[in-house]
């Protein structure tokens, strides 16, 4: 299938089948994001190629990170995870062009791609046909994904268990299905993956909880409470979270819980 002529929501990234007439995108009209001022807008990933590419970033030896150059939409980042049995694409960007393309190839392919929420999802079929690798995404989120093909498993569950010790855990809160994924091989103590399930703070000391992070809404503090029992249960001392800057080596375990304190 072409991808390239399909609609791509200028405001989130996200891209919508062939059957898609109405001016709206169902992402952005949660009240977790928002419509922009001046109205929805939409563009191809074949003009987005014109002047966008993707930039791929080492973290480490395992662990790479992609972001459309200059930023687009929302401006999220995925990662490549290179793991024995297969590797794992966690989240996605609204953008594949050849260089990614043959990166990834050169390091083994895609095994499977992963998601944290919707806000990723964007043109992920593209990116699951392209390496012909199945895109696994929590029951509870299935209601936003719009352009569906036959890569998707909907799993369901507190964790599921990938392979190379990968697991995948659903926290919820932003969104009913919100998932991060454990590496516990990566850091010392492991490494979580997890988008904006929290959102981390400019002054690098502080996770954020909440529905909606550009809209401010908070979550009821016993969605809270069962959050901080989630992490709590996770051994990890490295988070790598939405924007590039939301890296935290080493002591994330202590700022997680120090955030969970704050709330009375």
């Not at 002047?51 to 990170?65: C, P, Q, T």
């Amino acid at each position: 299938m072409n991808h390239n002529h399909l609609k791509v929501c200028t405001a989130c990234g996200t891209q919508y089948p062939e059957d898609h007439t109405e001016n709206k995108c169902i992402i952005c009209e949660d009240e977790r994001q928002a419509v922009p001022q001046n109205g929805q807008s939409w563009t191809t990933h074949e003009k987005l190629l014109e002047k966008h590419s993707v930039k791929i970033k080492k973290i480490n030896d395992k662990l790479y990170e992609f972001l459309v150059n200059p930023t687009f939409s929302i401006g999220q980042r995925a990662f490549l995870i290179i793991s024995e049995n297969g590797n794992v694409l966690w989240d996605c960007i609204p953008l594949l062009d050849e260089g990614a393309i043959e990166f990834i190839k050169s390091k083994g392919g895609l095994k499977a791609i992963a998601f944290s929420h919707p806000h990723y999802y964007s043109n992920m079929r593209m990116w699951a046909e392209a390496f012909n690798c199945k895109i696994y995404i929590h029951q509870k989120d299935q209601e936003w994904v719009v352009n569906r093909g036959n890569y998707i498993e909907y799993w369901n569950g507190d964790y599921i268990e990938l392979w190379d010790q990968l697991k995948l855990h659903h926290i919820g809160g932003h969104f009913e299905g919100s998932s991060i994924i454990e590496i516990p091989w990566i850091s010392e103590n492991g490494t979580l993956l997890i988008g904006d399930t929290m959102y981390l703070s400019p002054s690098m000391k502080h996770f954020a909880t909440m529905r909606s992070y550009p809209n401010r809404i908070p979550l009821p503090l016993n969605e809270i409470r069962r959050i901080e029992k989630r992490f709590d249960e996770i051994t990890f001392d490295t988070i790598y979270g939405f924007y590039s800057y939301q890296n935290v080596e080493n002591n994330a375990k202590e700022i997680v819980r120090s955030s969970f304190e704050k709330y009375q």
